[in-house]
T-cell receptor, first 113, second 110 residues
Framework: KAGVTQTPRYLIKTRGQQVTLSCSPI?????VSWYQQTPGQGLQFLFE???????NKGNFPGRFSGRQFSNSRSEMNVSTLELGDSALYLC????????????FGQGTRLTVV | EDQVTQSPEALRLQEGESSSLNCSYT??????LFWYRQDPGKGPEFLFT???AGEEKEKERLKATLTKKESFLHITAPKPEDSATYLC???????????FGIGTKLQVIP
């Protein structure tokens, strides 16, 4: 069965721009969660969507937003990019939510210059 | 606030040299503790879920155990292909919240 697909794999943006990342979960999974991974902070939870509704949100500024479509695909948007937003962005899909077994995509490597 | 601390940060083993990775935690109401493996440039891969103190799970050369304050990932006779970063995460307060540790980077030398 197909895994979690994230696009694009790599992205270079300049400060002040905005970016949209995409995540297609495993078929049948209704929960999609997003994480930011940096060497110093590890995996930090951004937010989780379940059946098109945001169920929980981590401690990130409002520049980080997301949405989920009826087919469970999810997008994450970051506006007004800052240098500190450079990171690996991972999405994970699961049947019931972030507190259960999750399957991660390979991530999108975002570099802000 | 939930906290997860993994130690050591990095571990270098000779092939066949068994060892353990530690994940200590403080949480109000643990609902599950997870172990993941992450290879460079890839997303984490699920290994185990433990729910209550005393529980143990095994998979090939890996065995995870759980107490009320910590979890151990025991690696028996590791091989070079076991080299990866091992992440511990815990879930508390329902399905919506999970906290990850920074991980232990394991290198197994032939």
């Amino acid at each position: 069965k197909a895994g979690v697909t994230q696009t694009p794999r790599y992205l270079i943006k300049t400060r002040g721009q905005q970016v949209t990342l995409s995540c297609s979960p495993i078929s049948g999974h209704r929960s999609v969660s997003w994480y930011q991974q940096t060497p110093g902070q590890g995996l930090q939870f951004l937010f989780e969507y379940f059946s098109e509704t945001q169920r929980n949100k981590g401690n990130f500024p409002g520049r980080f937003s997301g949405r989920q479509f009826s087919n469970s695909r999810s997008e994450m948007n970051v506006s007004t990019l800052e240098l500190g937003d450079s990171a690996l962005y991972l999405c994970a899909s699961s049947l019931e939510g972030v507190g259960t077994e999750a399957f991660f995509g390979q991530g999108t490597r975002l570099t802000v210059v | 606030e939930d906290q997860v601390t993994q130690s050591p940060e990095a571990l270098r083993l000779q092939e066949g040299e068994s060892s353990s990775l530690n994940c200590s935690y403080t949480v109000s109401g643990l609902r599950g503790l997870f172990w993941y493996r992450q290879d460079p440039g890839k997303g984490p891969e699920f290994l185990f879920t433990l729910y209550s103190a005393g529980e143990e799970k095994e998979k090939e050369r890996l065995k995870a155990t759980l107490t009320k304050k910590e979890s151990f990932l025991h690696i028996t006779a590791p091989k070079p292909e076991d080299s990866a970063t091992y992440l511990c995460a815990l879930n508390s307060g329902g399905y919506q919240k999970v906290t990850f540790g920074i991980g232990t980077k394991l290198q197994v030398i032939p």
